[in-house]
């Protein structure tokens, strides 16, 4: 399954999510801006429909996503939140200088394992069980 949300906001700069999804692993890629309104809107809703839909994996690619916010990096923390809570976690694969530089700053990638690539991502979930 393969979707492509696309919407946008106040800075005017739109955020594309695609999101598929294998086994019990839903992989989202934030592609542009990940910003307060309806960026972060449809971030949460395709989080909440994955894990709905019993997909409590994640894998989320950060590798085209210029600049974040705090609502931004709120959603991304908050994706992680509900997985573990229903026995899932969240992976990053390669962030954007920027987003790792914030995530580094604002001290949340520790939180995260985090993958140069899709692949390597996918992997550390098979090898977990």
């Known amino acids: 399954m393969?979707?492509?949300v696309c919407t946008g906001n106040e800075k005017g700069k739109p955020m594309d999510l695609d999101i598929r999804q294998k086994g019990s692993i839903?992989?989202?890629k934030v592609k542009g801006p990940l910003y307060y309104g309806p960026d972060v809107t449809a971030f949460d809703q395709a989080v909440e429909a994955a894990?709905?839909?019993g997909f409590p994996q994640f894998v989320i690619d950060l590798s085209a996503m210029q600049r974040v916010d705090s609502c931004g990096?709120?959603?991304?923390?908050h994706a992680?939140?509900?997985?573990?809570?229903?026995g899932g976690d969240v992976?990053?694969?390669?962030p954007s200088p920027f987003a790792e530089k914030t995530f580094k700053m604002?001290?949340?990638l520790r939180?995260?394992?985090?993958?140069r690539t899709e692949e390597e991502a996918l992997e550390s979930y098979t090898s977990q069980g």
């Not at 990096?73 to 923390?77: D, L, M, P, S």
């Not at 939180?111 to 993958?115: M, R």
Request: glycine content about 10%.
């Open 2 to 4: 393969l979707a492509t």
């Open 51 to 53: 894990i709905v839909g």
């Open 106 to 108: 604002v001290g949340i």
């Open 80 to 86: 992680l939140r509900q997985s573990n809570e229903k």
């Open 91 to 94: 992976r990053l694969v390669n």
């Open 26 to 28: 839903c992989f989202l």
């Open 111 to 115: 939180l995260f394992q985090v993958f």
């Open 73 to 77: 990096i709120g959603a991304i923390v």
